[in-house]
């Protein structure tokens, strides 16, 4: 079996140091979180950055971990094909030596589930099933939110993942969407709990709700129903907000995904990516290594709030990074 494990030679400009833990690099976090807390009233929570399909890559976690993050998400990966196939091993997983994200897979099958979990075990912090996703490709698939109905399958997953890495310390977790009756919501944390879940992360809309409001209090009931951690997922875009979710919910943690997009620094206390994360980013894709369109990508949301409309459209149209570079020095300020 072979994994993509880069050398951590990661500039200067960005120092090994700074990744979600412990160890962080508190000068980019403009808000303390513990004294917002005490400030509230409240339980510190942990901030998490959750899996997105292409995004979350080994440079974006890297870069959400010096802003705040403390548990972090890879994509979703095939489990299956990451099984049975090294190209897809080198190509949907990358990390280094301080990356240890939370690695989750689409599946439908214990074994295959148990086997993907010890392939990726020395390299993560734990393994995680998508039972969320609504997406029609993922959930005719049989993966997804698709599981919601299948709670039985889903414990019996985490059961053998469990029986096959005993580590207490390594994370076996289940991300969900509520379900009405919430009954049905009750009844699978309850079930999955009893299989040896580590933790649950729970979406506050259902499979079919897209921008509706994010049911909180269907998140608190869940929390109030088991004994393990909790994170509460949905409509998170800034730092108030994430304390707000988690005072309202008592969760555990609170994860965001989107709104990391447009301002990885959110978990910091920032409105929006400042120009030192922005050159952070560039710092780490030099070193770690982005396809040009997703690299690209990554900064046309985060240069979305502080462009006007002329130069979104002109930064839109470039086609190289030493043009992107170029851009972001003369244009943005940013020192690279």
């Known amino acids: 079996m072979t994994l993509h494990r880069h050398v951590d030679d990661t500039p200067a400009a960005v120092p090994s140091s700074s990744f979600y833990g412990p160890h962080r690099?508190?000068?980019?976090?403009?808000?303390?979180?513990?004294?917002?807390?005490?400030?509230?009233?409240?339980?510190?929570?942990?901030?998490?950055?959750?899996?997105?399909?292409?995004?979350?890559?080994?440079?974006?976690?890297?870069?959400?971990?010096?802003?705040?993050?403390?548990?972090?998400?890879?994509?979703?990966?095939?489990a299956s094909n990451f099984c049975a196939s090294d190209f897809c091993r080198r190509s949907e997983f990358t990390t280094d030596s301080v990356d240890s994200p939370i690695v989750q897979f689409a599946v439908n099958d214990p074994k295959i589930f148990a086997d993907a979990a010890e392939l990726v075990y020395p390299w993560s912090s734990g393994v995680d099933i998508n039972c969320g996703c609504p997406k029609h490709d993922v959930t005719g698939a049989g993966f997804g939110s698709h599981l919601l109905d299948k709670p039985e399958l889903v414990a019996d997953m985490v059961r053998q993942a469990r029986a096959r890495i005993s580590d207490p310390d390594y994370s076996i977790s289940v991300k969900i969407r509520i379900?009405?009756?919430?009954?049905?919501?009750?009844?699978?944390?309850?079930?999955?709990?009893?299989?040896?879940?580590?933790?649950?992360?729970?979406?506050?809309?259902?499979?079919?709700?897209r921008n509706e409001p994010v049911d909180l209090e269907a998140i608190a009931l869940a929390k109030s129903s088991v004994n393990v951690p909790v994170f509460a997922n949905g409509g998170v875009t800034t730092f108030e907000e994430a304390l707000d979710v988690a005072k309202k919910t008592g969760v555990d943690g609170v994860m965001a995904a989107n709104g990391l997009l447009?301002?990885?620094?959110?978990?910091?206390?920032?409105?929006?990516a400042p120009l030192q994360c922005i050159s952070d980013f560039v710092q780490l894709e030099a070193a770690k290594s982005l396809h040009f369109d997703l690299f690209?990508?990554?900064?046309?949301?985060?240069?979305?709030?502080?462009?006007?409309?002329?130069?979104?459209?002109?930064?839109?149209?470039?086609?190289?990074?030493?043009?992107?570079?170029?851009?972001?020095?003369?244009?943005?300020?940013?020192?690279?």
């Open 25 to 78: 690099d508190t000068e980019r976090l403009l808000l303390d979180r513990e004294a917002e807390c005490a400030r509230r009233d409240m339980a510190v929570p942990l901030f998490v950055a959750g899996p997105m399909v292409r995004y979350s890559k080994l440079p974006f976690r890297r870069l959400v971990g010096m802003y705040g993050a403390d548990v972090i998400y890879t994509p979703m990966i095939y």
């Open 179 to 209: 379900q009405y009756p919430l009954k049905k919501s009750i009844d699978m944390v309850q079930q999955l709990e009893k299989a040896g879940v580590t933790r649950l992360a729970i979406h506050g809309r259902t499979r079919y709700m």
């Open 262 to 272: 447009t301002n990885p620094a959110m978990f910091g206390g920032h409105d929006v």
């Open 296 to 336: 690209h990508q990554h900064l046309i949301y985060m240069l979305r709030p502080i462009l006007c409309a002329p130069q979104r459209r002109y930064f839109n149209e470039l086609t190289s990074v030493a043009a992107v570079k170029d851009f972001l020095v003369d244009e943005v300020g940013c020192v690279l």
